[in-house]
């Protein structure tokens, strides 16, 4: 029976898939052209430290179907999940490395951040991996660290960057914009009344950038992939004028489409404006109107994003 190929591996978080990530699958890519090897991304779900510290776990930048994709969309072959548990968090450096990454997934090389720790109480570093994966045919690349604005790229440094509402240099540090994806469903029916008809969005439970107002690119979702990129502009809060609620509202620029029920891709371009309350329904369509101009003018600014989303 013929051996199956092996793979270069690329194990992590993934969340967010940002340019430090897409750094080592170009240089797994490169190894892996050598041998006619595939690309494999190892991905963990949950985040570790949902199991390991509840407390301290991070609000996820992409949920694991849309990590997956962005994975392969960055030159992965595959995208292999791993649960991670109490029983795989217990597993030690060398059987994570043993069993999981060489006889699991096939692992003949693996390519890794400097900083990258493993196995139980993340014991192991790159010396320990070195040591263990030289008698098991394991080589091991080391990736610099990607620097903008002479700081590394990371999920911790772009979540810092959406919380704050700074989408463009989260944006940086992407690649592409942020996104939050979602069903659109039925809200009070307001904005068509101002002549501004609004997509309310159930959104996933990803990290959602800091209230106000944004200029955005949408997708429709479906089973047959995702539709045309459309121009909007989103509100996101509490919608104070009217003390509405917590809400992601959507107004897609010449676009009027029946949209409940379907699932909705947005992606943050850049923030316009904080959330603010106004005096009635006159005032609030009036900076309305401004909003969708100044969206617009941004979003036509732009280019080639919407390849991107």
């Known amino acids: 029976m013929r051996e199956r190929s092996k793979r270069v591996v690329v194990p992590g978080n993934h969340d967010g898939v940002h340019l430090g990530h897409r750094a080592l699958l170009g240089q797994a890519r490169a190894r892996a052209q050598a041998d006619g090897w595939e690309v494999a991304a190892l991905t963990f779900d949950p985040h570790p430290l949902a199991v390991l510290a509840p407390e301290r776990a991070p609000v996820p930048l992409t ?14 072959d595959l995208a292999l999940i791993e649960r991670f548990d109490s029983s795989y968090a217990a597993q030690s450096a060398s059987q994570w490395v043993e069993q999981v990454l060489v006889g699991q997934h096939r692992a003949g090389a693996v390519v890794v951040g400097p900083d990258f720790r493993f196995g139980a109480g ?4 790159l010396q320990r991996l070195r040591e263990i994966g030289g008698p098991v045919g394991l080589e091991v690349l ?39 994806e979602g069903t659109v469903v039925h809200g009070h029916h307001r904005g068509r009344t101002l002549g501004f008809p609004t997509a309310n969005l159930d959104p996933d439970p ?14 429709v979702l479906d089973d047959a992939g995702a539709t045309t990129c459309m121009l909007g502009v989103a509100n996101l809060g509490t919608r104070p004028t009217f003390a509405a609620g917590r809400s992601l509202e959507v107004h897609l620029l010449d676009v009027d489409r029946d949209l409940y029920g379907r699932r909705l891709r947005v992606g943050f371009v850049a923030r316009l404006r904080g959330e603010q309350k106004f005096d009635g329904i006159e005032a609030l369509g009036a900076q309305i109107r401004l909003d969708a101009a100044a969206a617009r003018a941004r979003l036509s600014r732009e280019g080639t994003l919407d390849v991107l989303l």
């Open 63 to 76: 949920m694991i179907g849309r990590r997956c994709e962005l994975l392969r969309q960055a030159g992965a």
């Open 122 to 125: 993340r014991a192991g570093d």
């Open 142 to 180: 080391v990736a610099e660290a990607v620097l903008v604005d002479g700081e590394r790229a990371s999920s911790t440094r772009v979540r810092r960057l959406v919380a704050a509402g700074d989408v463009e240099a989260a944006r940086a540090l992407l690649g592409r914009p942020h996104e939050v």
């Open 206 to 219: 990803v990290l959602a950038p800091a209230d106000g107002v944004y200029a955005v690119l949408a997708r």
